[in-house]
């Protein structure tokens, strides 16, 4: 068991054009920092100050860590991370 | 001619060139448009203004334009109605409405955010506009494309009402109907937009388009007599509308036009898609995101691109928020019409009966002068109305049927 966390496209030259990658378990503000050891660059691009960005989306298991605790949400082994860059504009 | 300095990142202030972009590529905030106002102040004065055609573009130094208007010469400069009947019956002394169901062509204020937004496009060379919606911006795409002479591409939910297509398809643009609602179609075009050189108006020509809306505040400040209203009440659905309304009015403030600026900002959404007052009334900067279900369906956007600055902007000039149930807004849609002669689509009843209560819960003033922000035209959503009106009186064709009906109405029957 592991931690799954998806790449999105924009991020993914950081990653060395990977989609996925391994996370570690605890907050997520702990595994965006710990993501920055592995691919440089990317915790700035995902947080500022400790906070994540407004316009990046994290969903922990499909749900919004907004309405779970935020930076604070805890990753369990098994549990899967998704950041998704929101895209502004589209509106009538 | 134009003063604009490029475009920056609202969240991270980085700079970009001027270009058909709208997303930071650090951060992925939204773009802005950034101007000189230095020279902008030393370019603009009210009689240059008042000297020039009655539309948008009589406020042309603070657009996004670097050559002549080019789209939109009859757009805007619509009527600002001081609104007594009205104002009787709400019990306030000053009150006004802005009425936008009368803007050229299409009769909604997109007419304003087009017009900058193919102007830009023809700046930029784009020979094809094209927009995901499913009413207002369609309309006005599709018209003020056909007459600059543009390839349009218009993507809707293929579920959309007949009357609704027929109101676009009359400008022959190349309809596209998606199967999927409208998240699904906007996701679609954002993936057109990166593949295809098209001039998306609400997607990479966003930053320029939105700034169109800033006309409706420039008109409100002149046509009360150079000066803003202590109070504005606006609808909200991506927030964009409010949140350009007040830049216009901190603008006129910046570049000298007016010296005061005392305005509290108030934003109205429907009961059933309101996730921006929800946030104010709940003290929060998170916009939590709703599944719409309201007949003000030119407001229903679940996740709005805008709530935050939306918020920010209420609390910064000590404005609120105030939400409606259908009911109240088609209540609101009948008063306006009944007072006012003025024939409103569902969000401006939402706008009128969050401004009501308002005003019953003592967030605006009786004392004070209040704008209201009426966006769009009834006669494109009737459907609303239907079972809520009053009645015929039916009569056979002769005088003494006629006499007979007109006793009974007399008496108020």
């Known amino acids: 068991m592991s931690v799954k966390v998806r790449i999105p496209t924009p991020l993914q030259r950081l990653t060395q054009g990977k989609e996925e990658v391994e996370g570690t378990t605890g907050k997520i503000i702990d595994l965006v920092n710990a993501l920055d050891k592995k691919y440089p660059g990317i915790a700035e691009r995902i947080s500022e100050n400790g906070k994540i960005r407004r316009f990046v989306n994290i969903y922990l298991n499909d749900e919004d860590i907004r309405f779970l605790s935020g930076e604070e949400t805890v990753v369990k082994d098994g549990d899967e991370v998704s950041i998704v860059p929101a895209i502004a504009g589209g509106c009538r | ?413």
Request: glycine share 8%; with cysteine; net charge neutral.
């Open chain 2, 1 to 413: 001619m134009g003063f604009i300095r490029g475009l920056k990142c609202r969240e991270c202030g980085r700079e970009y060139p001027v270009d058909p972009i709208y997303v930071c590529e650090f951060c992925f905030g939204p773009l802005e448009v950034a101007y000189d106002y230095k020279s902008i102040a030393k370019a603009i004065n009210r009689k240059k203004i008042e000297g020039r055609e009655k539309n948008l573009w009589r406020y042309r130094e603070l657009l996004p334009i670097d050559g002549e208007p080019q789209v939109g010469l009859d757009s805007g400069f619509t009527p600002l109605l001081k609104a007594d009947n009205l104002a009787k019956i709400l019990g306030v002394d000053e009150l006004y409405i802005k009425d936008d169901t009368v803007v050229h062509p299409t009769l909604s204020f997109k007419d304003r955010v087009v017009s900058i937004a193919l102007t830009k496009a023809r700046e930029f060379g784009f020979e094809t506009v094209a927009c995901a919606s499913t009413g207002n911006l369609a309309h006005s795409v599709s018209a003020h494309g056909a007459r600059a002479g543009f390839s349009r591409f218009i993507f809707i939910p293929a579920s959309l009402e007949a009357s609704k297509i027929t109101a676009s398809l009359v400008y022959e643009p190349n309809l596209i109907a998606v199967d999927g609602n409208y998240d699904e179609v906007n996701r679609l075009c954002s993936e057109i937009a990166n593949k295809y050189r098209w001039a998306f108006v609400n997607i990479n020509i966003r930053p320029f388009y939105a700034e169109g809306s800033k006309t409706l505040g420039f008109e409100i400040i002149e046509q009360l007599g150079w000066k803003a209203p202590d109070n504005i009440v606006v609808p909200c659905a991506s927030g964009s509308l409010l949140t350009k309304v007040w830049k216009s009015f901190k603008e006129f403030k910046d570049v000298g036009i007016i010296k005061t600026l005392d305005t509290k900002v108030f934003a109205a959404q429907a009961s059933g898609c309101s996730p921006i007052t929800t946030a104010v009334k709940e003290g929060t900067d998170i916009i939590r995101p709703v599944r719409p279900n309201t007949i003000a369906k030119s407001l229903a956007i679940g996740n709005p691109a805008d709530g935050f600055y939306a918020t920010q902007v209420v609390k910064e000039t000590g404005g609120y928020a105030e939400d409606v149930p259908d009911q109240e807004i088609i209540n609101a849609m009948k008063l306006l019409a009944r007072t006012e002669g003025v024939f409103a689509e569902t969000a401006g009843g939402v706008t009128l009966a969050s401004a009501k209560k308002l005003i019953e819960t003592g967030r605006i003033k009786r004392d004070e002068s209040t704008v209201i922000c009426v966006t769009g035209n009834g006669l494109k959503t009737q459907e609303a109305l239907h079972g809520h009106t009053m009645s015929p009186h039916y009569i056979k064709p002769n005088l003494a049927s006629f006499e007979e009906v007109l006793e009974k109405i007399k008496k108020g029957l």
